[in-house]
């Protein structure tokens, strides 16, 4: 029988709740050590639960209840983000990427002697190509962006002229459907052309400080490339070209613009100069991927955040989240086992060794209650891990299906080797009994 949640329980849990926050900082915990510099504001590390609510009564699904909420390293206000996502679509993208990126159930073949997206000649996938696992990994980063604060534009480099040149797919936007729609459009373009990449890194400078309100954002560059910067100087002058990248660099730090480079596959590391460098100059990082399937796996290491680790957990029952995914803004969801009655809920976050906060929640699950409904932002990532988290189970119960048929085919072995002995014991016995003799040519 199902015990349902009194008002009596309600009062118990609002009192224990108050108690229980004592153990927990506030939302403004984790803040440094202050500077020597009194005009400099302090850093601290800023936690946030979205959902549940503090204090809510709830219910869970198979995987547990969904928690979201956010952690942010700051100084003054909380930042909002603003992302340039500036995608290589020169000639080589056409490569395959050596994964199946769309799904197909086939992965394309390299190219033998041609490099080009026509697939007739090569049998080769397009949806599986460079091209394709860049798109498919700015997808990911999109989708776990929190477009209440934060805005994106797509760019794609070489541009539509001889010279290289780069162009604006979407313009900087909160709306991050139309983002999608971009990164979808980027695909349905034939490769082609060199690798402007400072053509590509300016123009991306030039979308981030042209837009509105952009002084108060905080300002990043996803740089996605496979190759060597082969303009505007030509591959005869690899020196002047690699120092465009470098001049274009410095000219989005003194913007305040970080960059995040990726370097994608054998060439692009052969001599990554250019793309180290670019990520160095403006305190962004830089990413080798030597195989660029794994491109899409990479980018969920991407922090915007200051942040050196978020856990959640459940402090009633000793549990993590899992699944549990934090995205590149800070924004973090997860599913986390709940016990009926009472759950102290706790998020902590750390920022390199010495900067450490801790913010915690009380709910009370109540299983006669149906599934709580989730927050309309969060519906769409909701459902996303909620497919990870049953995939994980089901593949989880055909390992313990599989551990279960192989022991009970070793026990079945067993008793069968042990049923063939006893039997032989009772033939030789019934030999004995029956004073049984065998001739030589097998007749009794």
Known sequence: MTRRTTSADLRSAATVAAIVLAWGPSPAAGVADEPRNPLARPARIE??????????????????????????????????????????????????????????????????????????????????????????????????????????????????????????????????????????????????????????????????????????????????????????????SARKSVLSVIH???????????????????????????????????????????????LVELMGDVRFTGLSEVRLVNASTDSRAEPFRVAADGSWIGFLVMAPGINWIKVDARSGPTEHAVRGIVVWRDPALPRSATLPEYVVQRNELLEICLERKRRRREQLEGEHIQHVRRELRLEIERARAQARRRAAAQRKELNLSWEPDGAP
């Open 47 to 236: 936690l946030e639960f979205e959902y549940p609510p503090h204090h809510s009564v709830i219910n869970g699904s198979a995987c547990g209840v969904f928690v979201a909420g956010r952690a942010l390293r700051v100084t003054g206000e909380t930042p909002r983000l603003d992302v340039a996502l500036v995608l290589d679509t020169s000639l080589s993208t056409a490569e395959t990427s050596g994964v199946d990126i769309n799904a197909n159930g086939r992965v394309g073949t390299r190219q033998l002697g041609f490099i080009g997206p026509n697939p007739g000649e090569s049998g080769s996938d397009p949806g599986d190509s460079i091209l394709a696992a860049e798109v498919a990994a700015a997808r990911l980063l999109l989708h776990g962006l929190d477009p209440r604060r934060s805005r994106l534009a797509v760019l794609t480099f070489p541009g539509d002229s001889d010279a290289g040149d780069a162009i604006v797919v979407e313009p900087l936007t909160s709306d991050h459907a139309r983002i999608d729609r971009a990164l979808r459009s980027v695909l349905e373009r034939t490769p082609s052309g060199a690798t402007p990449i400072a053509l590509g890194l300016d123009r991306a400078t030039r979308e981030l400080t042209a837009a509105p309100e952009a002084p108060d954002h905080e300002k990043v560059v996803v740089f996605f490339t496979d190759g060597q910067p082969t303009l505007p100087f030509g591959p005869a």
């Open 248 to 294: 274009a660099a410095e000219r989005a730090a003194r913007e305040s613009i970080r960059i995040h480079s990726f370097a994608i596959g054998r060439e692009a590391l052969e001599g990554p100069v250019a793309v180290v460098e670019m990520a160095q100059r403006t305190g962004g990082t830089f990413t080798p991927v030597p195989r660029p399937g794994d």
